[in-house]
């Protein structure tokens, strides 16, 4: 499930701490996430990822990559077996392959 912080946030998860800056946002798994929900109710929402018809060339996103953590870029060519093409990787610079199922928002 896709949470994202609306204020800044230091969450300790069984295996990691996160610090969450205002508008970040992180895939958890569903049991996490609903008891990071109840906790920390007003500070943190559940995103709902795009659909795909919303993932357009030109579009710009969000996704957590599981190397790089959040990471933005814009969509170069439509989703096609489940994977992106996106160009100005923010890490990177470079095109990237993204998993649709990693994009959290558009920007």
């Known amino acids: 499930m896709l949470i ?3 204020i800044a946030l230091q969450v300790k ?3 990691k701490e996160i610090t969450f800056e205002p508008g970040q946002s992180v895939n958890l ?3 996490l ?3 990071l929900l109840e906790r920390a109710a007003g500070k ?3 995103v709902t990822p795009p659909v795909l018809a919303d993932l357009i ?3 710009k996103i969000v996704w957590e990559s599981p190397l790089f953590g959040q990471c933005a870029g814009e969509i170069a060519l439509p989703p096609e ?3 992106l093409v996106v160009r100005s990787h923010s890490v990177t610079g470079n095109l990237a392959l993204v ?3 990693w994009v959290g928002k558009l920007k």
């Open 4 to 6: 994202e912080a609306l």
């Open 57 to 59: 060339p030109g579009v």
């Open 33 to 35: 996430a609903l008891k």
């Open 99 to 101: 998993n649709v199922d």
């Open 81 to 83: 077996n489940g994977w």
């Open 13 to 15: 998860l069984p295996e």
């Open 29 to 31: 798994p569903e049991e």
């Open 44 to 46: 943190v929402r559940v």
